[in-house]
Structures are given as structure tokens and as C-alpha cells.
């Protein structure tokens, strides 16, 4: 997919990595949770800009991924947000369900917690079912 010409100001003021890449924050518009972080090349940034809904790049397959396509666990985006370097995006979203693979609301269920890893979070679905 091309960029289109009326992406590339806002692509511009991307600073994405010798890869073509630059990580991207995705938090729920409403409460403030993060939710999970992934990669975006342009074409995913202007897949998303385009469609309101979540498009990132896997580097485990080399594709574009949509967020959901094969879990149905969506988000639609809010709002788009560049930080002050370029170099990282914040996606506001309604998550749709579960955000991490593990069946948990948000990737983030590890904390460090009197020097030690402590899980907070318990999976809400059964993982094998979001990718059956």
C-alpha cells in the first residue's frame, strides 16, 4: 500500500528505526489503562490513520496485522498521537475485549513487587479460544 500524499506530513514527523519501524502504545481512551505495545511501519500507520481500527506490523510474520483480525478482540482508535521526538505513538483505543495473547485485558500483568515478578492479572479468556 502507498502512502498517499495526504499522510505524509504526518509521516514526516514519524522518526521510525533502521528497520522502517517505531513502537506504538496502545491505551484505552477512557480509563487511562495501557494496554499493549507493538510495531508500526507507515503502511500500518496510514492503515490505521485510514480505517479508525488498530493496524500494526509483526516482525514474528513480516506482515501488517490488523488488531483482531484473528481474535475478533479490536481497537478502534480515538485518537492518533506523535510524541514530542517522533520516535514513539500513542494510540487511544477502545479495546474490544482482551488487548494481550494471554487472554488478559492488557500485556502489562507482570509488576515488580518487593523485588520479585508477581502476575496481577489473571487471563479473563481462554486463550486457545482467540485463535482457534
Partial sequence: MDSDQEFDDILAGV???EQGLVPAIAQQHDSG???MMAWMNRDAIVQTLRSKQAVYWSRSRGKLWRKGETSGQTQAVMDFRIDCDGDTILLLVDQEGVACHTGRRSCFFNAV???Q???IAAPEV???SLYS
Fill in 15 to 17: 522518526r521510525f528505526d
Fill in 33 to 35: 489503562e495501557v494496554l
Fill in 113 to 115: 513487587r518487593s523485588r
Fill in 117 to 119: 515478578v508477581s502476575v
Fill in 126 to 128: 481462554d486463550p486457545k
